[in-house]
């Protein structure tokens, strides 16, 4: 048995689960760094189990001190029901978010696109004052200088609009052009693939390790990008409406160049 399964079996057992009635699957990795491990079993409801070791550590006691934040200030994410934390390795057992990922969400688009900008309008609505972790854009470009500093952005990936820009061009366009920000409470990784969405429309939100204060394009642009890409430009006026306010479509630029260096 592997340390991970060993942290898992334990946190099942501290939740009131039997390990022996249970099954773990390694489902994705998450965050960079981390563990996903599926918790299945007759008459268990779906778990998951998420593990980081070393450096990746910090990374994950922020994950679980964000979502558990926005828990408190009910927000739909997954409840964390066990934390093991070890100082070089952390673990945290937690419920489903309720819900399908939105590539398997029986509602059309036009549906999906509204709950979601309801959604992350319900969460911009937060009280930014009281929220205690900050991704701020002074904070994002410096998490972004690091990273370019350490070798960890590939500019091969970049989006055809930056094909051919290094990434300390990119990083330096970013920096000398910051925009004014309205900051709201964000999600900070508003992809599709981090939304979950029922048969009525009810979104959750899942991996929050980026949750903070930060300006409201952090997520619009983003989400926006993904809407348009897997359903196309009506949708992305469904979720507009539904959303609320005018779009900046320069700002949404600024920060799907800044997407790029995360």
Known sequence: MNRETALALTLLTQGGCDP?????????GGMSGATVLRVSGPAQPLRYVKIARRHYAASLRDEIAR?????????????ILQVDDQSDCVAMLMDAAPG?????SPLPP???AAALGAALAA??????ADCPFDETLATR????TAAVAEGDIDGDDFDDRNSGVAPDALLARLGAAAPAEDIVVVHGDATLDNVMIDDRGRVSFIDCGNAGRGDRYLDLAVMASGIA???????????ARAYGGTRDDAKAR???DLYELF
């Open 123 to 128: 969460l911009h609505a937060l009280p930014a």
């Open 110 to 112: 036009s549906r999906i």
């Open 67 to 79: 979502t558990r934040w926005l828990t408190a200030c009910g927000i739909a994410v997954p409840h």
């Open 141 to 144: 470009l410096a998490r972004a």
């Open 20 to 28: 022996l009635q249970v099954r773990l699957a390694r489902v994705r």
């Open 100 to 104: 399908l990922p939105i590539d398997d």
């Open 254 to 256: 600024y920060y799907l």
């Open 229 to 239: 890409e897997n359903f196309g430009a009506a949708a992305t006026k469904e979720f």
